[in-house]
């Protein structure tokens, strides 16, 4: 069984950063699309950032694009989400995701989830 853990989250001041950090583990991840997705409280899981297997093909979400960066590392099987310049709309759940079908803006690819991770930024 394929098994992702998020870890990073916290409470940071707006204009502050925060990485977060995904460890994938009981499956050959290094050949998955990953992505990052949020859910804020009462609002649906949106797409933030993915990464193909090769790390040659990266797609952000507008609201994300120059400030959050997503980065992955084979041998280590991890895959990290820089995120810069917080505000607190970015305020949510933090989720890793795995796809081995296709990486993309669209939660139905991903075929593995993370628990998530609290990001909260304060004003």
């Known amino acids: 069984q394929g098994q992702l853990v998020e870890s990073g989250g916290g409470l940071v001041q707006a204009g502050g950063s925060l990485r977060l950090s995904c460890a994938a583990s009981?499956?050959?991840?290094?050949?998955?699309?990953m992505g990052w997705f949020r859910q804020a409280p009462g609002k649906e899981r949106e797409f933030v950032a993915a990464?193909?297997?090769?790390?040659?093909?990266?797609y952000y979400a507008g609201s994300v694009k120059g400030r959050f960066t997503i980065s992955r590392d084979n041998g280590n099987d991890t895959v990290d989400l820089q995120m810069n310049s917080l505000q607190p709309e970015d305020t949510a759940v933090y989720y890793c995701a795995a796809s081995n079908v296709a990486v993309g803006r669209m939660a139905e690819v991903y075929e593995y989830w993370g628990q998530g991770t609290q990001v909260t930024v304060s004003s």
């Open positions: 990464q193909d297997w090769s790390g040659s093909n990266t």
């Open positions: 009981g499956r050959a991840f290094r050949s998955y699309g």
